[in-house]
Nanobody, 132 residues
Framework: QVQLAESGGGSVQAGGSLRLSCVLSEYICMGWFRQAPGKEREAVAIIHSTGDLSTGGHTYYTDSVKGRFTVSRENAQNTLSLQMDNLKPEDTAMYYC????????????????????????WGQGTQVTVFS
């Protein structure tokens, strides 16, 4: 069974940075979700095990974090990271690491599916709070 463990959450002033880490064995689709109080869980950044577009994979970012967040995989450390820069109060949420196998192939690249139900394994979450 895949076990995931997140770390790196905390409180930071708007404009600051945090780096989340998740220890997990390599899986086909790996990513970060977040859930704010009263809101649905949403995908933040998801990476396919093949890597980025240059190696046949696609990395997904939700629109609100594009240009500010970067997801990366460090295979030697079995770690999935999320570098979050220029944080905003609306980024406040519980952040979850997740792993799954569901993706589709468009003929040239592999795209992981991005719904919470497309992922099979979840960490317990780490809280990120951004104050203005």
């Amino acid at each position: 069974q895949v076990q995931l463990a997140e770390s790196g959450g905390g409180s930071v002033q708007a404009g600051g940075s945090l780096r989340l880490s998740c220890v997990l064995s390599e899986y086909i689709c790996m990513g970060w979700f977040r859930q704010a109080p009263g809101k649905e869980r949403e995908a933040v950044a998801i990476i396919h095990s093949t890597g980025d577009l240059s190696t046949g994979g696609h990395t997904y970012y939700t629109d609100s974090v594009k240009g500010r967040f970067t997801v990366s995989r460090e295979n030697a450390q079995n770690t999935l990271s999320l570098q979050m820069d220029n944080l905003k109060p609306e980024d406040t949420a519980m952040y979850y690491c997740a792993a799954g196998t569901r993706y589709y192939w468009n003929g040239s690249h592999a795209y992981c599916r991005t719904g919470p139900t497309d992922f099979d394994y979840w960490g317990q979450g780490t809280q990120v709070t951004v104050f203005s």
